[in-house]
């Protein structure tokens, strides 16, 4: 797969359409052509302990923020016609899907690969678990920000052009 964009959303809190950030790379031919980093004013717009403590994103960090459609509205195009990759696609698709909804937007039926999966099927038992830093280590990418959207992004990207 040479042309596709990876995804990464991260939520405030437990519900999938609390997006609160997303991070884009688009690749074209094999090379990374585009990134996006969005902050996202989510809804329902409260961070719960948990989550905060994965990213550091707090509602101080997103009051001011455009809410979910304004953002993909900048997205959208940059995406159109691609195959989206994530890390654990079932949670990234959701809250996209979940966001759509939220937003009574027209689900456009985006196709999603999942690298974790692929993964699975690549690496097997020689990884001590499939997660996003692992898996880059593996494929030879140094996760330096884990849990910032385009950082998972980008080294998604970059398993994404190793395995799939």
Not at 11 to 31: I, K, M, P
Not at 75 to 86: D, Q
Not at 122 to 137: D, I, W
């Amino acid at each position: 797969m040479t042309d596709f964009a990876a995804i990464d959303f991260e939520t405030a809190n437990a519900h999938r359409a609390s997006v609160c950030s997303v991070g884009v790379v688009v690749v074209r031919g094999g090379e990374v052509v585009d990134t996006l980093y969005r902050l996202i004013r989510p809804r329902p717009n409260f961070y719960s302990r948990f989550t905060t403590a994965i990213h550091g994103l707090t509602y101080a960090d997103t009051a001011d923020a455009p809410d979910f459609e304004e953002v993909w509205r900048d997205v959208a195009p940059r995406i159109e016609g691609l195959p989206l990759v994530a890390h654990n696609a079932p949670f990234d698709e959701g809250c996209l899907r979940a966001a759509f909804d939220l937003y009574d937007m027209p689900y456009p039926g985006y196709e999603f690969y999942c690298t974790c999966r692929a993964s699975r099927r690549v690496f097997g038992k020689r990884l001590p678990n499939h997660q996003l830093h692992t898996v880059s280590a593996a494929c030879g990418f140094d996760l330096q920000h884990h849990h910032h959207a385009l950082a998972d992004a980008e080294a998604c990207a970059r398993i994404a052009l190793k395995i799939l």
